[in-house]
Each structure stands twice: as C-alpha cells, then as structure tokens.
C-alpha cells in the first residue's frame, strides 16, 4: 500500500550530496517512457545541485531514449536485451540468448564511462547492466516503482547495495536493502495545482503508456458514440501504430478532439484535464498522485506479476481513482463511468484531493539520500 505524504522541506544548500566530488551516474532500464523519466527527474535535480555531475543511459534500440533523451541533451547508448516474463516461449529463447552479448556491451559501457554508481529502472535492459556492474564491483541502486517487484529486480536485489521501493510491502522482499521513497517524477507535476471544472465539459486525457495501448484506443473509439462534445473534451494519445484509425474514428463520429500519436509536454497535459483515463503503470500512477488527478484505470491484463492492478488497486482503495477491469469493460460502461463523474465534480475533487494525498514530494531528495550514502561507503 502506498503511504500518505512523506514531504519534508529540504534545503538545497543541505542536500545529501554536499561535499561529494561531481559524480558518473549511469541509468539503466530505459525503454518505455516510464523508465526513462524517472532517470530524468533524477538527473535534473542532481545538475541542480552540481552541474559537473554526467550521466548515461543504456536503453535498448526499441526504446524512447532518442525521442526523449537527445532534446534534452543527454547522452545515451543501447544494448540487447528482452523481457522474460510473461513473453512467448520463442520470444524468451531469444532474450536469454542476448544476455551474454547485452553483458559483454554493458561491460565495455561501464568500462569506458567508469559510472562511481550504476541505477537500474526495472526495466529489462537494466538486467544486463546490473549483471556487468556486479562483475565490475561498481555500486549499484535499484528502483523498484511497482508495488509487486518485477523479476529483474527480484534476481538483482541480492547484488544491490540499496533498493528504492514505492510500496511498503515491495521493501519487505528486499530486507534491510529496502528502502521505502517513493517514485522519482518530475517536479512539473507536483506543480499542477490547476482545480477540476466546475461547470462546463469535463476535460478528459487518454493515454496507454507512451507506445499506446490498443485496447484503450478502441474502446474509447466505440465509447464517444455514446458521449456528447457537450460533456466531454477529449486529448486522446494513441501510440503511433494506433493514430491513424482512432483519428478517424473521431472524424466518423464527428466528435472533435486532440488526437496525437505522442503528447511531448505530459505534464501540460494533466494540467488540463480533470479526468484521465489510462493504464496503470507505476509511473503513470506516481504522475496522477503527484498532479492530483482523478483517474479511471484499465490494468494490462498481462502485466508481469500482475503489478498494473495491483498499482491501480493502491489508488483506488483510497478513493483517488477506479479501476477498471478489461476482461468486464465495454465501451457502454466505459463512457457510463466517465458520463457519471462528469456529472459530479464534487467527486472528482475529492478524488483529486485522495490522489495528491498518495504522492511522495520528496521522493528525489530521499532517493538522493540513498545515492550520497552509497557513494560515501564506497570511497
């Protein structure tokens, strides 16, 4: 179960980092957007801190690390590597046959960056770096973001020095090595403070994860039949394999709304919406508590380990959210559940109010904590 708000005020000129020489990092787990902006949000704070500190990310050729990483300019690299969890059998025999090879290009990475520390994301491709930087003897944290552990992470937990958790049954598998802070996100959306509308169409935002989620787009492409531009507003992002067809669906209709493979600025976007309606990855949900937006949850049913439910469960059991199961959701009850919160805003602001109380404001400063603990032992 999430925890309530865990803030406390630090000063910058007091953060655990002070008096440490300017540091290598390197990030690993990249891939879908989730993982990768958990990196970003810590690599800002930490050239806040001291602008001479570098960074790295290893990603996979598959990933998002061009889209998001080179306009922020950073530097990025990839590797092979592929999930094992609940994949087909020839997809798995292909991802363990790339584990020797992602191993030996991790550890010419690590021997040419020379990272003082390694953060692995959750992210398969984190498994193969963890794996090098273990051989190397180079420290390593982990971030858990789900709050049932993800096999990567379960297998690497015995080598890590520390693991950031968001849950506090997550820490209880790693031991003393858990510790519990939070998901890193980015500081925009703590500063969302943007109210729900009280009058007017209710401003919803739909998206499945930054490559889209197919069965989102096309439930929500029957539901509008159902839904009036006079209740509702839609900012609809489908992935790029899904764009053509649901902007269409939308013309079909004739119900006007932003349609957009990729929405770059996200956090701009929650800031618009009063309602959003989306799946439950872990740094999906850290982003709506962090913003404090009401949501509507539809877990991937095929999840490893079913964490997206159990994510969507942590919001929903306190009111902030509700979820949606895909084996019972049809496009009727889709656009009755979003008919129904249109109609009561007092709910919504109270479900945003639940959402923002779940949030972990000082999830980077805590992590940080963990990253200046580790790169003191190690000196």
């Avoid at 806040?48 to 889209?67: A, N, Q, S």
């Avoid at 990025?76 to 991802?95: E, H």
């Avoid at 991790?106 to 984190?126: E, K, N, T």
Wanted: hydrophobic share 40%.
């Amino acid at each position: 179960m999430m925890e309530g708000n865990l803030a406390r005020k630090v000063d910058l000129e007091e953060q655990p980092l002070a008096g440490i020489s300017p540091l290598r990092i390197l990030f690993a787990g990249g891939g879908t957007g989730g993982h990768i902006y958990m990196a970003v949000a810590l690599a800002r704070r930490l050239k806040r801190i001291d602008p001479r500190h570098r960074f790295l990310f290893v990603g996979t050729p598959r990933g998002l690390e061009e889209r998001i990483l080179s306009p922020l300019g950073f530097k990025w690299t990839t590797i092979r590597a592929g999930g094992l969890n609940r994949v087909g059998l020839r997809k798995a025999v292909r991802s363990l046959s790339e584990i020797p090879v992602g191993v030996l290009e991790s550890r010419r990475i690590l021997a040419q960056f020379r990272p003082h520390l390694m953060v692995g994301l959750g992210g398969y491709s984190s498994g193969p770096v963890a794996v090098a930087a273990r051989w190397m003897r180079t420290p390593s944290l982990l971030i858990e973001p789900n709050a049932e552990p993800g096999l990567t992470n379960r297998i690497l937990g015995r080598w890590a020095d520390r693991i950031a958790v968001a849950f506090e049954e997550t820490r209880q598998h790693f031991g003393d090595k858990g510790r519990l802070t939070g998901i890193p996100v980015r500081d925009e959306f703590y500063r969302i403070r943007t109210p729900i509308h009280r009058q007017g169409p209710l401003h919803l935002l739909v998206f499945g994860g930054s490559q889209g989620s197919r069965p989102l787009n096309e439930f929500m492409c029957e539901a509008i039949g159902h839904l009036s531009p006079k209740q509702v507003q839609i900012c609809h992002q489908t992935g790029p394999a899904g764009f053509e067809r649901v902007r269409e669906a939308y013309r079909a209709r004739s119900f006007p709304a932003r349609v957009t493979p990729y929405i770059d600025d996200m956090p701009q976007a929650f800031q618009n919406a009063d309602l959003v309606l989306s799946r439950a990855g872990a740094s999906t949900v850290a982003e709506i508590a962090a913003a404090g937006r009401p949501s509507l949850l539809v877990p991937f049913p095929q999840a490893a380990d079913d964490h997206q439910r159990k994510n969507a469960l942590a919001l929903a059991q306190q009111g902030a959210g509700r979820l949606l199961e895909q084996s019972a959701l049809t496009p009727q009850k889709l656009a009755g559940a979003i008919r129904q919160l249109e109609g009561d805003r007092n709910r919504l602001q109270a479900m945003s109010e639940a959402a923002r109380s779940l949030s972990h404001p000082d999830s980077i400063d805590r992590i940080l904590d963990l990253i200046g603990s580790i790169a003191r032992s190690r000196r």
